[in-house]
């Protein structure tokens, strides 16, 4: 899939971080991609996974315009408002995220913590001249999204679709049966050669996963 002129200088960083997650009165060990798509100069920071400092190594130095959640489970959210005080970045989430957001972060008590601006569904963000359009997809979480970058022939898919199929949902604020729905509805529809950036383990694509999740 071509790059437009626009963003053709735009790319996609990774990094692997480890720490726990924390749900349900377990914790484990987790390790998370860190994905971080810009230019030379300025980029989005997907999700802010146990280490600001590791974070800010992939940044390299470049102007954080947004910190994407693509939901707010603790490992992919824990280190945000550390994150946004190191590069003055917004915060984004939505907004159906809330209750497990407020479980890390808190809710309207003195002290608390919440995200700058809500993500909705079919919304479009730019970076570097690279458009990227925000997919609800419910089901491992509430508000959980999809970030498509079409100009770079990618989706980032959070904890909604890995290789071999759709994420966890056997804790609390999950379903089986609507993460499913939004696999089939909204990234099926994607082609198949979109190649599939996951917040744990590896990619995938699009295609490969089709097979399993079509019926």
Same mark, same amino acid.
């Given at each position: 899939?071509?790059?437009?002129?626009?963003?053709?200088?735009? $790319?996609?960083?990774?990094?692997?971080?480890? &720490?726990?997650?924390?749900?349900?009165? *377990?914790?484990? !060990? #987790? @390790?998370?991609?860190?994905?971080?798509?810009?230019?030379?100069?300025?980029?989005?920071?997907?999700?802010?996974?146990?280490?600001?400092?590791?974070?800010?190594?992939?940044?390299?130095?470049?102007?954080?315009?947004?910190?994407?959640?693509?939901?707010?489970?603790?490992?992919?959210?824990?280190?945000?408002?550390?994150?946004?005080?190191?590069?003055?970045?917004?915060?984004?989430?939505?907004?159906?995220? $809330?209750?497990?957001?407020?479980?890390?972060? &808190?809710?309207?008590?003195?002290?608390? *913590?919440?995200? !700058? #601006? @809500?993500?909705?569904?079919?919304?479009?963000?730019?970076?570097?001249?690279?458009?990227?359009?925000?997919?609800?997809?419910?089901?491992?979480?509430?508000?959980?999204?999809?970030?498509?970058?079409?100009?770079?022939?990618?989706?980032?898919?959070?904890?909604?679709?890995?290789?071999?199929?759709?994420?966890?949902?056997?804790?609390?604020?999950?379903?089986?049966?609507?993460?499913?729905?939004?696999?089939? $509805?909204?990234?099926?529809?994607?082609?198949?050669?979109?190649?599939?950036?996951?917040?744990?383990?590896? !990619?995938?694509?699009?295609?490969?996963?089709?097979?399993?999740?079509?019926?």
């Amino acid at each position: 899939m071509g790059a437009s002129p626009s963003s053709r200088s735009v $790319r996609v960083d990774h990094a692997v971080v480890s &720490g726990t997650f924390s749900l349900d009165g *377990e914790t484990h !060990d #987790v @390790d998370n991609n860190l994905w971080v798509i810009g230019d030379d100069e300025q980029c989005l920071v997907v999700d802010a996974p146990h280490d600001v400092d590791a974070i800010m190594a992939v940044v390299a130095g470049r102007a954080v315009k947004a910190i994407v959640c693509t939901h707010a489970h603790d490992d992919h959210v824990r280190v945000a408002p550390e994150l946004r005080r190191r590069t003055g970045a917004p915060i984004l989430l939505h907004p159906d995220d $809330r209750p497990l957001w407020e479980l890390t972060h &808190g809710g309207d008590e003195e002290g608390a *913590e919440l995200w !700058d #601006v @809500d993500l909705a569904d079919d919304q479009t963000l730019t970076i570097g001249g690279a458009a990227i359009k925000v997919i609800h997809t419910p089901g491992h979480a509430p508000g959980a999204v999809c970030l498509y970058v079409h100009d770079l022939g990618c989706v980032f898919t959070g904890d909604t679709l890995f290789e071999g199929g759709p994420g966890a949902t056997g804790r609390s604020y999950s379903d089986a049966d609507e993460i499913k729905d939004s696999i089939r $509805r909204r990234l099926l529809e994607l082609p198949d050669e979109t190649v599939v950036h996951t917040g744990h383990g590896p !990619d995938t694509t699009i295609g490969a996963e089709r097979a399993g999740l079509a019926g």
